[in-house]
Structure formats: structure tokens, C-alpha cells
């Protein structure tokens, strides 16, 4: 082969929740530095609001930790103010340090100075799209962010259109159909339709749809199969080595 024509990877490769490892936890600013560290193109997160109107990523409606005495602790994110919230130990063996529930704005900052994107899981649907949107612009990183719609579709997509107009979406591929994305112009350059299903006949769904396809829940085991069908995106659980898969999907790649 001429030596002009190299491999280059050319999906995105998404870290859920960040990369962990020893005291490590999910969701928190260390494992979205350590998946940076690793070579992450994106970090996958989740956004909810608190009481105050503060959004902060946790995958569930409560927060579950430690008080500043080290005592369990459990509060429901909708029903607390972020002054408590974010002070909740989430991970306080972490070799890089305590580590306390983020803000979804010191996520985007971390993003934008290690040049990563983010998806942003809208966990509150509508109620949330919007001031995602404007936070995500504020911080620097218009067009850098997908949006995960949680069913809210194509509502959603053209609310957030009208403050990141360069922004990208993910969803089912129950929820990215043509028909429920047709209001929307352009959809199939913008919206990407994930799937753990990694059959000919789920792999035809994302395609007739439109949408950009994006494989989840990759591991050692399961990630050559998915890249058969050839993904926009490939995303990773927070315990999966991504970058080592990355590494030998290149290697093994026939050109």
C-alpha cells in the first residue's frame, strides 16, 4: 500500500461517564480528566437540576455520598439546593483527590481546555434542554456538544437549534425515526441514533432513519462486531480500556 494513504480514525470514540480506575467514581471531574488523559474524543455525562436552578451531573434523581463527616448521605437533586449538593463526597479515596458531585458548567469547562466534547444526557427532557443549551454556548463550546433528547425529540432538537445551532443529538432508534425527525431540517447530519444491538437488521433501522449511527456500550468483546457496520460514534463504558480498543480495531482494520 502506498504510504500516502495511512489509517485515521474517523469516529468519535465516548467515554460514559468518564474513565475510572482504583477509588475512582463515575461522573466526577477526575474520570472526565483521566478519559482526556486516555485520548477521549467526548465524555458522556447527565444533567439535572437542582433546587436552585443549578445543573449538575448525576445519573440518578438523588445523590448518594458522604457529608463533609464522613457520614452516608442521600438528597433528591430536584428538592436541594447546589450549595449542598455539591458539596456531597462522591469519591473520597480518588487518587486525584476528594471528589465532590460537578456542576454541568465545570464539566463544559474541562471539555473546552482539553478540547473534548460532551454529551450531555438531558435526564429532565424539555425542562432542562434549554438552559443545557445556553450554559453549553456560554462556555465555549458551541458545536461541541450532543445532546442526548430522552424522547423529547424533535421539540427539543429545534429548541436547543435556536441557541447552538451547531449542536448534534442522540437518541433511540425507536425515537429517530423519519417521521418523528421530519419537522426537523437536516436531521440526518445532525442526529445520531444509538443501539447495543449490533444485528444487520438494527444496523438497517439507524440507516433507513437517517440518522448517523452511534454504537454504545463497547467493550472488549462486542467492538469488533459493532465496527463491521462501520459507527459515527463509539462509546465506551467507564470501565473499558477505549483506548486500547481504538488501538487494535486500527491495527486489525483491512485497507
Known amino acids: 500500500m502506498d504510504e500516502m494513504f495511512l489509517k485515521k480514525k474517523t469516529w468519535i470514540s465516548s467515554a460514559h461517564q468518564g474513565y475510572v480506575t482504583g477509588g475512582m467514581r463515575s461522573n466526577t471531574l477526575s474520570a472526565f480528566y483521566l478519559a482526556a488523559q486516555k485520548g477521549a474524543d467526548m465524555i458522556e455525562t447527565d444533567a439535572r437540576t437542582t433546587r436552585d436552578g443549578v445543573l449538575v451531573c448525576n445519573h440518578d434523581p ?6 463533609g463527616e464522613g457520614r452516608p448521605a442521600v438528597y433528591r437533586i430536584s428538592e436541594t439546593d447546589s450549595g449542598i449538593i455539591t458539596r456531597i463526597v462522591l469519591a473520597p479515596d480518588d487518587p486525584a483527590g476528594v471528589q465532590y458531585v460537578p456542576t454541568l458548567k465545570e464539566a ?3 471539555c473546552y481546555y482539553t478540547g473534548m466534547r460532551i454529551n450531555i444526557d438531558l435526564k429532565e427532557g424539555m425542562f432542562s434542554a434549554e438552559a443545557a443549551a445556553r450554559l453549553t454556548v456560554g462556555s465555549g463550546m458551541r458545536g461541541r456538544a450532543v445532546y442526548a433528547t430522552n ?6 432538537i429545534k429548541a436547543i437549534l435556536a441557541i447552538d445551532p451547531e449542536a448534534k443529538f442522540i437518541d433511540t432508534v425507536r425515537n429517530y425515526t423519519k417521521e418523528n425527525l421530519a419537522s426537523v431540517p437536516g436531521y440526518g447530519a445532525k442526529c445520531y441514533a444509538y443501539t447495543g444491538d449490533f444485528s444487520q437488521e438494527t444496523v438497517n433501522a439507524v440507516r433507513e432513519s437517517g440518522c ?3 454504537a454504545i456500550s463497547l467493550n472488549a468483546d462486542n467492538a469488533e462486531e459493532a465496527f463491521r457496520h462501520h459507527p459515527d460514534m463509539a462509546e465506551y463504558p467507564h470501565t473499558s480500556d477505549f483506548a486500547e480498543i481504538d488501538r487494535r480495531i486500527m491495527l486489525n482494520a483491512r485497507v
Open 212 to 214: 448517523m449511527l452511534a
Open 151 to 156: 424522547g423529547a425529540g424533535a421539540e427539543a
Open 108 to 110: 463544559l469547562e474541562l
Open 62 to 67: 438523588d445523590v448518594r455520598g458522604f457529608d
